[in-house]
């Protein structure tokens, strides 16, 4: 390396050292930077200088020191880069934009644009320009966002696959899109891997170095957090265990598309056991679940028999990768009637199951995870100078201020 570049890297990893300790403190002076990390009182006073000049920092007030003695003391401006997040499903689509510590400055809800394909990326870019505007924010603020998609993105041929309750996205180089029409970087995963994200940022994952989210609803996927980090796999498509062989026969081509276990375990395979089993037709999940409270026996059964194959699903799970924890959510899975049951399932198929638990977040999980891995990445991306790519270790996650 040139002593140019390495002067360059140096101090790109001098700012970036500084600023997420800033990140990760309310207010400190350069004197405690200085002994936090270990970068000279004159080279603090240059970054200092740097960050003040291109407005990442300013000073919120003064310490008391020995003997009267009193130091500056110094924020980050945490609007000065801003990340944009969005959750887009079948139906909706959720935008939130945020600060550098993660408060959300303002959101919005609309219908996922039913024409999809290039229509939902224009849809995308702008919600991204509202949400500024709605904030008193300028655009080229935004830095970094991320984007949530029910589907895998292959970041080996930039392309986005398994996508089949959106039209018109399928095998489309939806990164490259997106980034023609908006100024800030752009990133895309899996949405149950970004709601994992959420869990992990805000949710019954904090705190956890393994556990995986499984999303039950109308099919099912799994969101997987290993050494606190998201796993997608060669493809992008780790945790599609909707094709796991439980709960149906892999080789049926009646169970090919959807996949044996999402083939046993999706809302239409729990209304058509409920049904064949004599109960009232014409349900919802919902209305069948509730129905247990009433004394529907037949309700009760079903839910246990759908407990005793995602507990299954579980033990498979738990095999190859054996998380601390297993978070439910969807609109099946967060019911507590079913996690009930399938924590009666579990020691008889596995002498030490995981930890189960039910999101608290809902909804929302894939929103703050795309807010989450916008953060993320923007805290690695800061100062980089181009040309050099120096890693940094990894830093504690933000806290999250919904």
């Not at 009930?340 to 198929?349: K, N, T, W, Y």
Request: net charge negative; charged share 25%; hydrophobic share 40%.
């Amino acid at each position: 390396m040139t002593t140019l570049a390495a002067m360059a890297s140096t101090r790109q990893m001098t700012l970036r050292t500084v600023m997420r300790v800033l990140l990760e403190r309310e207010a400190v002076s350069r004197a405690e930077l200085a002994r936090l990390t270990g970068v000279s009182k004159q080279t603090m006073s240059e970054v200092f200088r740097e960050l003040e000049e291109g407005g990442w920092v300013r000073r919120s007030g003064r310490t008391q020191g020995a003997v009267g003695r009193s130091a500056a003391t110094y924020e980050v401006c945490v609007d000065r880069a801003l990340v944009f997040g969005a959750d887009v499903g079948g139906t909706k689509v959720q935008a939130a934009l945020a600060d550098m510590h993660g408060i959300i400055l303002t959101e919005t809800v609309e219908p996922t644009d039913p024409r999809g394909g290039q229509y939902v990326v224009d849809q995308l870019a702008r919600m991204s320009a509202e949400l500024a505007h709605r904030a008193s924010q300028p655009l080229e603020r935004v830095l970094v966002g991320t984007i949530g998609i029910p589907g895998a993105y292959n970041a080996r041929t930039g392309k986005l696959f398994m996508v089949p309750n959106i039209t018109g996205l399928e095998g489309t180089p939806f990164v490259e899109d997106l980034r023609e029409r908006v100024d800030f970087d752009v990133h895309v995963g899996n949405d149950v891997n970004m709601a994992a994200k959420g869990e992990q940022w805000m949710g019954e994952g904090r705190n956890v170095d393994d556990f995986v989210f499984i999303a039950l609803g109308t099919g099912i996927g799994m969101g997987i957090i290993n050494e606190r980090r998201v796993l997608s796999g060669a493809h992008g498509a780790a945790g599609e265990i909707a094709t796991l062989p439980i709960g149906a026969d892999p080789y049926d081509g009646r169970t090919f598309r959807s996949g044996g276990l999402e083939t046993a375990l999706g809302s239409a395979a729990i209304r058509e056991r409920y049904e064949g089993s004599g109960g009232r037709s014409g349900l919802t999940v919902r209305e069948i679940i509730d129905r247990i409270g009433d004394g529907d026996t037949i309700a009760a059964a079903t839910v246990d028999a759908i407990a005793r194959i995602l507990a299954q699903a579980v033990l498979a799970v738990s095999a190859v990768l054996d998380p601390e924890r297993v978070v439910l959510g969807g609109s099946v899975g967060a019911r507590r009637e079913l996690l009930e049951r399938m924590e009666v399932h579990l020691p008889l198929c596995m002498p030490s199951p995981p930890q189960c638990t039910v999101s608290k977040l809902g909804s929302r999980a894939g929103l703050y995870g795309t807010i989450a891995n916008s953060l993320d990445l923007l805290r690695d991306s800061l100062f980089q100078t181009p040309g050099l790519d120096i890693p940094m270790p990894r830093a504690k996650p933000f806290e999250v201020h919904p």
